[in-house]
């Protein structure tokens, strides 16, 4: 299987709604390693690795996001560059 990287920045009310959290629920679901944190613009930034199909799927979710947010528009980068990332986790600023 081909590890791929992905950066997704998230826009709307994606801070205080639990989106870090289930984010990090997601893609444990998943087998993805990265991290989801909330950032001083007010967006959510996530860095995820693993097959390009289960990415897929975590984007899927970030278009989304959990009932209580409102996602307006989320930047997709794709990346061949791999961190390594031990596990999924929740980081601040």
């Known amino acids: 299987m081909e590890i791929k990287h992905v950066k997704i920045q998230v826009y709307g009310r994606v801070q205080g ?6 984010t990090r ?3 444990k679901k998943l087998n993805l390693t990265g ?4 950032m001083l613009d007010g ?3 996530i860095e995820a690795e693993g097959s390009l199909e289960k990415l897929n799927e ?4 970030a278009k ?10 989320i930047d997709i980068k794709y990346s061949d560059r791999i961190e390594n990332y031990s596990n999924f986790k929740i980081t601040f600023y």
């Open 25 to 27: 629920r997601v893609a």
């Open 35 to 38: 991290y989801a944190k909330n």
């Open 17 to 22: 709604v639990f989106f870090r959290d289930t």
């Open 58 to 61: 975590l984007i899927k979710f």
């Open 64 to 73: 989304v996001g959990p009932k209580w947010g409102k996602v307006d528009k």
């Open 43 to 45: 967006t959510v930034l």
